[in-house]
């Protein structure tokens, strides 16, 4: 028998595929913007036709994140949004170049994120990773002056690098030059591939040096590709909830999580976010089991693999490992 919700939110969990911008809190806007905020401005709808109109729901909480202070609080509010449901350790990610309009520098837009997390960490207990976000539509030249601001914080709580946006209108063959030089600042990185219809995004990705792959839907059916992310053990960063929003595929029916777990491909289940998706960490290991029949095996698995190809040091990552198989191992015996 599958695991009750209660039970599901309280076992330790790890979460790698979130952004910052999508996941503040409704409380937390409303208190910088001072007003009500409804749900029809902070959620996607569900007739949501593709990535392009999910990414129209950014603009009103990246208003929220242009003061130093207000980007402490995104930090401690994401942590605070973690412990409310035992996520034990959580890699979040935000593009530091949407929040200089008031003038912040982007070293200084990471440190107030960074202050905010590990004000969390230190009250909750939440270990943590930043991952910066080159964004596709911008000219290199901005998101390697970004990058190269965010190499300085490398070991310091920033632990990686990715590439977002639209990746329709920007295939990644576009970038293979801008990720050479990212490997050449020692800055390992994950990178959005593969969440519209594209396996060769996946592949130009993993080409580049990608040590995880954000959604990568497309490798659904592509067991050359699956055999390569296993062998070398690049991690697949589902997001349920967000992949049918976005309609990375067409149907409950077409979702890959069984096949690339029955691939052994090194598959997480993450929330990518939190308020745009409108669910929690919880509420997609729930979906999961009821949707596409995973097991309670199964998401203990998920989330091994969740720490496996973490950015984290090897120190935490033996720390999160024995905490998760003490858990497991406990949750059996009930």
Known sequence: MD????????????????????????????????RQVPDTELMVAPECRNLAEYLEKF???????????????????????????????AEVRFAPQFSRECGLSEAEVIQAVLDGLEQGRQEFGILYGVIVCAMRHLPEEENLAMLGAASEFLGKGVCAADLAGNEAAYPMADFMGLFEKVAAMGMPFTLHAGECGSAQNIRDAIAAGARRIGHGIAMRGDDGLQALCREREIGIELCPHSNLQTRAVASEAEYPLIEFLQAGVPVTVNTDNRTVSGCTLTDEYAFVQKQWGVTDAQLWQLTENAVRVSFADEKTKVRLMEKIRQAGMEAETI
Not at 23 to 32: D, E, F, H, I, N
Not at 69 to 80: T, V
């Open 59 to 89: 603009s009103l909480p990246l208003s929220c994140m242009q003061t130093a202070e207000w980007l402490r609080l995104a930090g401690y509010d994401f942590i605070r949004s973690c412990a409310a449901e035992n996520v034990c350790y």
């Open 3 to 34: 695991m009750q919700h209660d039970q599901l939110k309280q076992m330790p969990k790890v979460e790698l595929h979130c952004h910052l911008d999508g996941s503040l809190s409704p409380g937390l806007m409303r208190a910088v913007l001072g």
